[in-house]
């Protein structure tokens, strides 16, 4: 979730949504500043390195699929999603091979 609200800039309230999520899992705040590290270490390459880290992640299809659709219900907690973000998911979903069932369940 911190690369979607990273991918245009992250304003006060996405910052809550982190906060929020981390609060929620017991390793949550531990995961969180290792995703904001990894973001501030290579802010202009993030994207093609988060996906090089998302694939060495040894995930059935649908565990993934879960994860994306987690992640577009949070960034619906600030009222909307942006392009950029949809974007992303979607292009994390096509290197999945998940970008058909990802879009069949966003789909209004």
Known sequence: MC???HYHGLDEH???IINYEASQHAEGENLKEWALEFIKSDYLNIFERAKK???HIPLQPAT???HLLKVWDLLHI???ITEMEATAMIRIAAEW???EKLIQQVRP
């Open 3 to 5: 690369l979607m609200l």
């Open 14 to 16: 996405e910052q809550n």
């Open 53 to 55: 880290e998302l694939n």
């Open 64 to 66: 993934r699929l879960n």
């Open 78 to 80: 600030k009222g909307y």
């Open 97 to 99: 091979e998940l970008q």
